[in-house]
């Protein structure tokens, strides 16, 4: 059975600078594969390119081929697609989870409208109504306490791991079968971070839907992961088992950055390990 979403040989330019240089990639049908790196390795970039949201600075190669695509017994490219059946493919059947709720909401629409609008973008004939009651609904799932009265507030209003909640919201409006989580708990602490974490798990299993968790943080993948892609300066250096990627990493840079990650045993007297 053929992976649902296949990279291949992708390769992204923005002027002179290659920011990902032949990339493989496959997530399957109900997978969580996690794909981690420093920054500047190529995570967003790689991600990005999926949905077809790259800049139009961006320089694009390869293949994207997507096996989830309704009506159709053949994968497509995503990147041979034009606009709009991009735009019938994204929030539908593949979904994305920024890493900055602050920016990626509109800070002078009301969040019940930002929610709404994905239900009014992709059910053809849906009237205002029954949008706001799926927006309410979508609010609930996510636990954001009294979702009917905050409907109407702006996004200064709600705490930062709510915003993150909220865009989880927006994401699950269709169920799709492909989520793309871009560092979802980056701006959050600790304690957020686990509550988000847990949050999108219990998601993930309800819908049964793939999910691409991008990270920079080893310890929040391996609680999430299937698999786990390692990537550096555009290339994917190691991919396995999340077990055996974080116990016995092959590469030196996998290793590299297990090092560096500090754990109840690490010295306290000492400076932690820096990248090979």
């Known amino acids: 059975m053929p992976a649902l979403l296949e990279i291949r040989d992708l390769r992204i330019r923005f002027g002179a600078t290659e920011a990902v240089r032949g990339v493989n990639l496959a997530v399957d049908e109900g997978e969580v594969l996690g794909l981690v790196g420093e920054s500047g390795s190529g995570k967003s970039a790689t991600a990005l ?28 490219d995503l990147l041979q697609q034009g606009a709009r059946r991009l735009r019938q493919l994204r929030g539908r059947e593949i979904a994305m989870i920024f890493q900055e709720p602050m920016t990626a909401l509109n800070p002078v629409m009301t969040i019940g409208r930002q929610v709404a609008e994905c239900a009014l973008a992709h059910d053809g004939p849906c009237t205002r109504r029954e949008a706001r009651r799926r927006a309410i609904a979508a609010l609930e799932s996510v636990s954001i306490p009294e979702p009917e009265r905050r409907y109407g507030e702006y996004p200064h209003q709600f705490s930062g791991g709510q915003r993150q909640r909220i865009l989880i919201a927006m994401a699950l409006m269709h169920r799709p079968r492909l989520m793309i989580a871009d560092e979802p708990t980056t701006a959050l602490d600790v304690t957020v971070q686990a509550q988000i974490v847990e949050l999108l798990m219990r998601l993930q299993r309800e819908h049964g839907m793939a999910m691409l968790f991008i990270s920079h943080d080893l310890a929040v993948v ?12 555009g290339e994917v250096v190691e991919t396995g088992a999340t077990g055996s990627v974080l116990t016995a990493p092959q590469h030196t840079y996998t290793q590299s950055l297990l090092a560096a990650v500090p754990t109840l045993r690490t010295d306290r007297g000492r400076p932690l390990a820096t990248l090979a």
Not at 222 to 233: D, E, F, H, W
């Open 49 to 76: 390119a999926i949905p077809g949201l790259l800049d139009k600075a961006a320089t694009v190669s390869g293949q994207i081929l997507w096996h989830g695509a309704t009506q159709s017994a053949e994968p497509i």
């Open 222 to 233: 391996g609680q999430v992961a299937n698999r786990i892609a390692v990537l550096r300066y």
